[in-house]
């Protein structure tokens, strides 16, 4: 308020309150001033109102000429980047693809159908330039006679599915490997690459026959050919101690005890089975308790050597508590291990994630995959379960 206004009120307004518009045009002697007086009082104070004012829309003119000019600027300002991205790949021809992210750093792997082999690369990463890494990957189907699976002078002929030898006399048989005798060492005939398999795994010649046998570990089925695991933990064949757990693999046993991570900070976990240890209570201002694993599991597969690709594995699943609405939302990863190349992990429902191998392991050797899940509500982070997996890759293929 202006200084000349604010002197004028206070004379003014009690004049107001004790002389009333009805006794203004009375004489003066009745203690009010006169009429003239207020008349001047008055206009003074309308002057000094329309001063105000005049500087009030001053005021609010300037303000919104400065909104004006702001939001000019703001409009014309460069639009933020879009994320980067690779173009969508595509799977090859008798082949497969995994991956769906195709975002700076993510990948994407291949694999081909039985019958066909891998031409380029198996896996593919989204570079900063919007290109992808490697070599475009086809699928080649495999040729029975580049591996020249006719013997003594024999000549292949391939066929649809198939191949047969054309054999010079006087040798015959499905590699030419046969020349008509008394007694014929069978396993001898049938070893040669392409022939026919007389044994899963090894031969032995008998007097006008032969005998299939099988490697330590494995017991030989009722056809005479094929190969079987024993189990020696189903029938306590096994050394383990007490405290550890007997887990069955291919020709033989192992004996694991899983721990618990070491206290970390104020993370600490316990165990609530032989197989899974449950976070403790976290104190509710520690974020990095709550980004850790609520649950971890441990897992033991036995796998046959050069298993076929691509096949699941292993299957991550959520439920909800009683009573408590379950994730809406749910991300799967691969976040550690020795041999991550030879894996992925996808959703195969709303609920479900599945770890998929989708290049062959040779054995025998021991491979550690871990594997996450996280779950989410309404966007919101809310917990977070680790399963980590021990596969023990057989020497043999059965």
Avoid at 59 to 86: D, F
Wanted: a neutral charge; glycine letters at 10%.
């Amino acid at each position: 308020m202006a200084p000349g206004l604010r002197r004028s009120l206070p004379l003014l307004l009690p004049l107001l309150l004790l002389c009333p518009a009805a006794r203004l045009a009375t004489p003066a002697a009745q203690g009010c001033p006169g009429r003239q007086q207020l008349l001047a009082a008055v206009r003074q104070m309308q002057q000094l109102l329309k001063g105000q004012e005049t500087r009030f829309a001053e005021g609010l003119r300037l303000m919104k000429n400065r909104l004006s000019t702001l939001h000019a600027a703001l409009a014309k300002a460069a639009p933020e980047p879009t994320p980067v991205s690779c173009p969508a790949p595509q799977a090859p021809a008798g082949g497969r693809m995994f991956g769906t992210k195709y975002l700076v750093e993510h990948e994407v792997h291949f694999a081909c159908e039985p019958g066909f082999e891998l031409q380029g690369s198996s896996t593919r990463i989204c570079q900063a330039d919007g290109s992808w890494s490697g070599e475009e990957p086809r699928c080649t189907e495999l040729s029975v006679c580049s591996s020249s699976p006719c013997q003594n002078g024999g000549t292949c002929v391939e066929g649809p599915g198939q191949h047969r030898c054309l054999c010079p006399p006087p040798w015959s048989g499905a590699a030419c490997q046969h020349r008509t005798q008394t007694d014929v060492d069978e396993c001898e005939l049938y070893q040669a690459e392409g022939a026919p398999r007389l044994c899963a795994h090894a031969c032995v010649n008998l007097p006008g026959s032969y005998r299939c046998a099988c490697p330590s570990g494995y017991s030989l089925l009722g056809d005479g050919k094929s190969c079987e695991d024993i189990d020696e933990c189903a029938l306590s064949r096994d050394n383990c101690t007490r405290g550890t757990t007997c887990i069955n693999t291919g020709g033989g046993f192992q004996c694991v005890s899983p721990e618990c991570p070491q206290p970390g900070g104020n993370i600490t976990y316990v165990k609530t089975s032989p197989f899974q240890c449950e976070r403790n209570p976290c104190p509710m201002d520690s974020r990095s308790c709550h980004q850790a694993p609520k649950t971890i599991s441990f897992h033991y597969l036995p796998l046959p050597s050069n298993l076929l690709t691509p096949t699941p594995l292993f299957r991550m699943a959520t439920a909800a508590a009683p009573g408590r609405p379950g994730p809406d939302s749910l991300r799967f990863g691969i976040v550690g291990g020795n041999n991550r190349g030879h894996f992925v992990m996808q959703r195969s429902d709303r609920q479900t994630g599945e770890l998929i191998l989708v290049q062959s392991l040779k054995g025998p050797q021991t491979i550690q995959v871990d594997v996450d899940m996280s779950e989410y509500l309404d966007r919101t982070f809310q917990a977070k379960h680790l399963s980590k997996i021990t596969l023990f890759v057989s020497a043999y293929e059965f």
